[in-house]
T-cell receptor
Framework: EVQLLESGGGLVQPGGSLRLSCAASGFTFSPYCMAWVRQAPGKGLEWVSTIRGSSGTTSYADFVQGRFTISRDNSKSTLFLQMNSLRAEDTAIYYCAKCRSAYGFEFDSWGQGTLFTVSS | DIQMTQSPSTLSASVGDRVTITCRASQSISYWLAWYQQKPGKAPKLLIYKASSLESGVPSRFSGSGSGTEFTLTISSLQPDDFATYYC????????FGQGTKVEIK
């Protein structure tokens, strides 16, 4: 059974940094594309970033504007999201998701999410 | 960027009703569309992929159709467990979600 376990949430001041982690198990991690999706309180789902499995190619939503970096450690089956220059509007639950394939496509498994709040 | 627009935003229905949710893309996405169900406090769950393919384990009362720019999710006979929020997602060019449709009890 695929399991994705996010961690790293909490309270961060505006302008601060945070790194989220997602520990994967139950499948062979390295070939698969992985993604981060966020959901602000009471709002809808918003795609944040994706890293492909084989090539490690990364993609980001426009609002990231160079502030976030997605990465992966295939030896530890772990996905990361380094977030800098955080703003109040980045407050959200951040979900880790597994893509159907190495290249991308739909997200067939999701973690339970980790919440962080950007506030002074 | 491809924009996804769902309608309606909220839908009131009763158990046993046939329910249809529409999703429109701002440009053609072929059939690269997925539907997700999300319940309060839970992660989204994949229901439909490639516009009309049913994810393993998902009840057959859920179905998807469409191609190009217009897509629908249909629940043939609404069950108590189906009251939730539904999102479409395109993955033709990067990824974009619709704003969601909340299905509530009438």
């Amino acid at each position: 059974e695929v399991q994705l376990l996010e961690s790293g949430g909490g309270l961060v001041q505006p302008g601060g940094s945070l790194r989220l982690s997602c520990a994967a198990s139950g499948f062979t991690f390295s070939p698969y594309c992985m993604a981060w999706v966020r959901q602000a309180p009471g709002k809808g789902l918003e795609w944040v970033s994706t890293i492909r499995g084989s090539s490690g190619t990364t993609s980001y939503a426009d609002f990231v504007q160079g502030r976030f970096t997605i990465s992966r450690d295939n030896s530890k089956s772990t996905l990361f999201l380094q977030m800098n220059s955080l703003r109040a509007e980045d407050t959200a639950i951040y979900y880790c998701a597994k893509c159907r394939s190495a290249y991308g496509f739909e997200f067939d498994s999701w973690g339970q999410g980790t919440l962080f709040t950007v506030s002074s | 960027d491809i924009q996804m627009t769902q309608s309606p935003s909220t839908l009131s229905a009763s158990v046993g009703d046939r329910v249809t949710i529409t999703c429109r893309a701002s440009q053609s996405i072929s059939y690269w569309l997925a539907w997700y169900q999300q319940k309060p406090g839970k992660a989204p769950k994949l229901l439909i992929y490639k516009a009309s393919s049913l994810e393993s384990g998902v009840p057959s009362r859920f179905s998807g159709s469409g191609s190009g720019t217009e897509f629908t999710l249909t629940i043939s006979s609404l069950q108590p467990d189906d009251f939730a929020t539904y999102y479409c997602q395109q993955y033709d060019s990067l990824w974009t979600f619709g704003q969601g449709t909340k299905v509530e009890i009438k």
